[in-house]
C-alpha cells in the first residue's frame, strides 16, 4: 500500500477490534487489561513519531529506547510497545519479555512496519559480497516460537515486488497469508530523470523553475533536486541564490527560514 494510505491504522486500531469482538462475541473474556500489540520498526524516529501521536490521542504507547518506559514495558503495561529487529531478538532482557505472563496472555499481535527491510538489511539479496546489514531482520521468524500459538503476524510496506513480497512470506513463515495490495502510484508525485548537456550552462537547465519561483512564490510546484555532492548541492543553491536575488525570501524579512529555496545535505 502507498506511503499515506494508512497503513499505520490497522495496527493501531487492531487491539481495540480484539477488545470489541472478544467482549461481544465471547462471554467468558473480559479484558481486565488492555492487549498489547508490538511493532517491530527500523528506525528509532519512527518509532518516537508513532508513539507521540498514539499518546497525544490518548492511548498508551512506548518505544525501546526510552529508559523512563522501560519498566513499563517489561510489566505490560503499554497497548503499543515499538522495538526493533535487534532488541527484541539479541537483547536478553526484551527476548525474554515475550515469555512473562503480560504477553503471553495478552498479546494480539506483532507487526513488522516496513518489512522490505526484512530483504533489504536482512539478506544479502543474492549477493554473496554484500555484507548484510542488520542480520535479526532474517530472523524474525523466532518470534512465533516466543509468543502463543495464534498470534497474528502483520507485515507492511509501500515498497516491494513480487519477487520482495514471497521472501518476505516465506521469512515470516505467513502461510497463505491475506494480502491488500494497493496501486502505490501517488499522482501528486513524479519523478523525472533529466540528462545535462555538457554544452549548456546549469543555470541555464534550472530556468523554468527560476521563473516559476519569482511568478508563484509559495505557490510554486514542491520540487527536490537530488545531487550526487555536496559540492554540487552547494554549487546549485548558489545559482539560484544569485538568480532570484530578493525573490528568494517569501516575504521582506530576509529571514533564512523564510527562504523559497534551500539546500539539505
Not at 555536496?230 to 527562504?259: H, M, V, W, Y
Request: hydrophobic residues 40%; contains cysteine.
Amino acid at each position: 500500500m502507498p506511503t499515506g494510505s494508512g497503513k499505520s491504522l490497522v495496527f493501531q486500531i487492531a487491539p481495540l477490534v480484539e477488545m470489541l469482538m472478544s467482549s461481544r462475541y465471547i462471554d467468558s473474556v473480559v479484558w481486565k487489561q488492555d492487549p498489547i500489540i508490538i511493532i517491530i520498526c527500523p528506525l528509532v524516529a519512527l518509532m518516537k513519531d508513532q508513539v507521540n501521536r498514539l499518546n497525544n490521542i490518548g492511548f498508551k504507547a512506548a518505544y525501546v529506547g526510552c529508559e523512563e518506559a522501560e519498566k513499563g514495558i517489561d510489566n505490560g503495561d503499554f497497548m503499543y510497545v515499538f522495538i526493533s529487529s535487534e532488541s527484541i531478538l539479541s537483547n536478553e532482557r526484551w527476548r525474554c519479555m515475550l515469555e512473562k505472563k503480560p504477553y503471553q496472555e495478552r498479546l494480539v499481535g506483532i507487526v513488522v512496519d516496513e518489512a522490505h527491510c526484512i530483504v533489504e538489511w536482512g539478506t544479502s539479496s543474492n549477493n554473496k559480497k554484500k555484507t548484510i546489514f542488520r542480520i535479526w531482520y532474517s530472523r524474525l521468524n523466532e518470534l512465533r516460537s516466543l509468543v502463543q500459538k495464534g498470534v497474528t503476524f502483520l507485515a507492511l510496506t509501500a515498497t516491494a515486488t513480487k519477487h520482495t513480497k514471497q521472501q518476505i512470506f516465506d521469512m515470516l513463515e505467513l502461510k497463505e497469508p491475506v494480502e491488500i495490495i494497493d496501486n502505490p502510484d501517488r499522482p501528486n508525485i513524479c519523478f523525472v530523470v533529466q540528462k545535462m548537456d555538457n554544452g549548456i550552462n546549469i543555470a541555464d537547465h534550472f530556468k523554468f523553475l527560476v521563473d516559476e519561483l519569482k511568478q508563484h512564490g509559495r505557490e510554486t510546484t514542491r520540487t527536490i533536486i537530488y545531487c550526487k555532492t555536496i559540492k554540487q548541492c552547494a554549487l546549485l543553491f548558489n545559482i539560484f541564490r544569485n538568480s532570484l536575488g530578493t525573490d528568494l525570501f517569501c516575504n521582506e524579512s530576509n529571514d533564512p527560514r523564510t527562504r523559497l529555496c534551500d539546500m539539505m545535505h
